[in-house]
């Protein structure tokens, strides 16, 4: 009996986290959510740069990044919970790096930033693991439309790049070698030159 009420409390709970985050829908349907493009050869050097001068680590041939804005309302609701319950989510999502995508792909590189502020969310705030793009250098570079659970992209080493608007899940990470050509191939409309 013990056990189905633990089920049904976590279930509940789950519900909460994923209403919480529902903005994403709200504000791109899935056609829009995402585009295409390719990166510039001045901003692929810059963007390769700042990242090496910024974490001092040598870039593997795909880079993803996650970048969080100042004065986010994704995670308000999950704000409203314990300290404990919120750190569970900072500590997974590390786990979730380290064995689901940098054990499993030996030659990508996962950065998350954030825009400089105070007005974040504790999930945000609270990771350590995140770097605070205090220049604003990669924000004016890829990230100046601001979305609400902030946004990703993955850069491949030949300058092509997938571009994930309010990517509150760091989906980003999910996506298969298969899904990302897929995804690259597709002939659309939302394909830029950054």
Known sequence: MKKHFLYFISLIILLIFVESCSTTAQLYDDKNRAYTGLLRDSTFTVL?????????????????????????????????????????????????????????????????????????????????????????????????????????????PDKRFIFLRSDSHTDVLNLTQKQIEEILNKKSKRSRTL
């Open 48 to 156: 390769k740069q700042y990242l090496t001068n910024t974490t001092n680590l040598k870039l593997k041939d795909t880079i993803i990044i996650k970048y969080n804005y100042n004065n986010e309302t994704c995670w308000n609701i999950l704000d409203q919970k314990e300290d404990s319950y919120i750190m569970s989510f900072v500590t997974g999502y590390k786990e979730r790096v380290q064995r689901r995508v940098l054990a499993a792909r030996q030659n990508v590189s996962v950065f998350n930033f954030r825009e400089p502020g105070n007005k974040l969310n504790k999930i945000i705030k609270w990771d350590n693991s995140i770097l605070i793009d205090s220049s604003k250098q990669l924000f004016n570079l890829l990230f100046k439309e601001r979305c609400i659970c902030g946004s990703s992209i993955i850069a491949l």
